[in-house]
Nanobody, 121 residues
Framework: QVRLVESGGGVVQAGGSLRLSCAASGRTLSGTAMGWFRQGSGKEREFVAAITWSGGTTLYSTSVKGRFTIARDNAKNTVYLQMNSLKPDDTAVYYC??????????????WGQGTQVTVSS
């Protein structure tokens, strides 16, 4: 079983940037896609971004495309989410997940505990 631990969350002003990290331990992530999801207060958990094992394919939600960038370092078993031009609507708990390259929650079978991102206006 793989264990995922997110870090890098915090409080930032609108227009600012944050970089989230997700470190994996346990079994290898070889061949595994990684995704980022988020859940705002009172909202459903929604897809943010995903990346294949090779990094050759990335997926983004419409709301973050052009502002967020997902990347991974397989040697470090770590996936990143660079978030720029942050908006108050980006405020949420951000979760990383391991599974199949997809925008749907059900395609991921391992989840981290989440990290809070708060964007002030």
């Amino acid at each position: 079983q793989v264990r995922l631990v997110e870090s890098g969350g915090g409080v930032v002003q609108a227009g600012g940037s944050l970089r989230l990290s997700c470190a994996a331990s346990g079994r290898t992530l070889s061949g595994t896609a990684m995704g980022w999801f988020r859940q705002g207060s009172g909202k459903e958990r929604e897809f943010v971004a995903a990346i294949t094992w090779s990094g050759g394919t990335t997926l983004y939600s419409t709301s973050v495309k052009g502002r967020f960038t997902i990347a991974r370092d397989n040697a470090k078993n770590t996936v990143y989410l660079q978030m720029n031009s942050l908006k108050p609507d980006d405020t949420a708990v951000y979760y990383c997940a391991a599974g199949l390259p997809s925008t749907t929650r059900g395609s991921y079978d391992c989840w981290g505990q989440g990290t809070q991102v708060t964007v002030s206006s």
